[in-house]
């Protein structure tokens, strides 16, 4: 959505998608001539747009770093900054508020069952929905969504949906919804209201909604992931809150951020050496319990 709006003010030459991590440890080289939105800030960069709380403490204020952690989303953040409604087309209207809608997760239990439309899309295109570990699609993930950019300024998304670059992927997308939803009942543990989803000893990790566990197990309020990082290198421990039962006080950004992580209070991701996974993940438990 931020490239969807960026292209329409005409300030998109090239557009590229980085990993978080590679951002924040500084792989990702930046000039001032490079927009950032929905990462963590790189000095040097022109101008950042974000909505993660985390960031505040770990960048501070900069003049040229736009941050809002109240913002549902970091293309909110964006669209309000160049004047939103006064400057972008009245399409954009209902794109954005389907953006906020899913980067704020105001998802009822029922579109995470039986998503369609833009909420489908928006779970297609969620890396960590994990169809981009599929090769035979007939465009990569990030093509597509240079792809998209364009899409969405010319189409309705009834039309988008139906294009078969999307069709493709939202086929495979149900047919391996069943046996996802069994994978996450096999490695899920419940420890009080926290559910414990351990997949390192699954290989390989089915694609399917991030949020299905609170679907599956509604009595839980937050859940905590663990597995392998790229080619096995480190593990990574995502922390998410139930997007339907919200009483977990536990900041998840600000907890992530501990372990060179980071993220928003409601769901964060850090990346720790494999032969500390054990141990991070139980100070992690131990903390979401005292938060509670």
């Given at each position: 959505a931020s490239a969807v709006l960026l292209k329409e003010l005409g300030m998109i030459e090239e557009l590229d998608f980085v990993h978080p991590k590679d951002m924040q440890d500084g792989k990702v080289r930046v000039s001032s001539h490079d927009i950032s939105t929905n990462l963590p800030y790189a000095e040097g960069i022109h101008l950042a747009f974000d909505h993660h709380a985390s960031e505040a403490n770990r960048v501070g204020p900069r003049e040229n770093y736009v941050l809002d952690p109240g913002a549902p989303s970091a293309s909110q953040v964006l669209y309000d900054h160049f004047d939103g409604t006064a400057k972008f087309p009245a399409y954009t209207r209902e794109m954005m508020a389907a953006v906020n809608k899913a980067d704020s997760a105001q998802f009822t239990r029922e579109e995470i069952f039986h998503p369609r439309g833009w909420i489908l899309l928006h779970f297609?295109?969620?890396?960590?929905?994990?169809?981009?570990?599929?090769?035979?699609?007939?465009?990569?993930?990030?093509?597509?969504?240079?792809?998209?950019?364009?899409?969405?300024?010319?189409?309705?998304?009834?039309?988008?949906?139906?294009?078969?670059?999307?069709?493709?992927?939202?086929?495979?997308?149900?047919?391996?919804?069943?046996?996802?939803?069994?994978?996450?009942?096999?490695?899920?543990?419940?420890?009080?209201?926290?559910?414990?989803?351990?997949?390192?000893?699954?290989?390989?990790?089915?694609?399917?909604?991030?949020f299905l566990p609170y679907a599956l197990f509604p009595e839980t309020n937050i859940s905590l992931h663990i597995f392998w990082g790229r080619e096995k290198k480190n593990?990574?421990?995502?922390?998410?809150?139930?997007?339907?039962?919200?009483?977990?006080?536990?900041?998840?950004?600000?907890?992530?951020?501990?372990?060179?992580?980071?993220?928003?209070?409601?769901?964060?991701?850090?990346?720790?050496?494999?032969e500390r996974a054990d141990e991070i993940m139980r100070n992690i438990i131990q903390d979401i319990s005292e938060a509670a």
């Open positions: 297609l295109l969620d890396p960590r929905t994990g169809l981009g570990r599929f090769r035979d699609f007939a465009v990569s993930d990030q093509a597509l969504m240079i792809k998209l950019t364009d899409l969405c300024r010319k189409l309705p998304i009834e039309k988008v949906m139906e294009r078969y670059d999307i069709t493709e992927r939202s086929d495979r997308y149900f047919v391996l919804e069943e046996k996802f939803r069994e994978q996450i009942r096999k490695y899920s543990e419940l420890r009080e209201k926290i559910i414990v989803i351990d997949l390192r000893e699954e290989d390989p990790i089915l694609a399917g909604n991030r593990t990574v421990i995502a922390v998410g809150k139930s997007i339907f039962d919200r009483s977990s006080r536990y900041n998840a950004g600000m907890g992530m951020l501990k372990y060179g992580g980071g993220g928003h209070e409601g769901a964060g991701t850090c990346q720790v050496p494999n």
